[in-house]
């Protein structure tokens, strides 16, 4: 992937996780990840279209991954797509914490640990900080 290409997917995403929308500058992480949708194991192609800026907490749980259970009904859905999808109206946030409001948004909810002590943690310390801990 060249640096012209990383760095219009960082620009294009305001520098925040496109699934949990932690703020690059909140991370521990020295930086986040240029990370394929549809992973390159199932022919995702290296394209704009299909690059998402995810932190390293996002990326290290989706992994190759594509699609979930929906843990209200049990069926499989595909996981939250940054380029098709919004992320308003898939989840909501109840104060620090992350609530999926589709099957859509559940199944990616808990297959991406978006609600993980580290980032419920990170969120709370910027709030009483009184810093975004949202993008
Ligand atoms: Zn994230």
Redesign the pocket.
């Known amino acids: 992937m060249d640096k012209a290409l990383r760095s219009l997917v960082r620009r294009r995403a305001g520098e925040v ?1 496109e ?2 929308r ?1 703020p690059q500058e909140a991370s521990p992480f020295a930086s986040f990840h240029v990370e394929h949708i549809i992973a390159r194991q199932h022919g995702g192609p290296t394209e704009s279209d299909n690059l998402a800026l ?2 390293g ?2 990326n290290f749980h989706k992994g190759p991954n594509i699609a979930s259970l929906d843990p209200e009904s049990g069926h499989l859905v595909p996981l939250f797509h940054p380029r098709r999808d919004r992320w308003t109206g898939h989840f909501a946030w109840e104060g620090t914490v992350i609530v999926g409001e589709t099957a859509t948004g559940r199944a990616t909810t808990q297959l991406l640990a978006m609600n993980d002590w580290e980032r419920v943690e990170i969120r709370e310390n910027l709030q009483t900080l009184g810093e975004p801990f949202a993008g």
Request: charged letters at 0%; hydrophobic letters at 40%; glycine letters at 0%.
């Open positions: 996780c699934y949990c932690l995810a932190c907490f996002c």
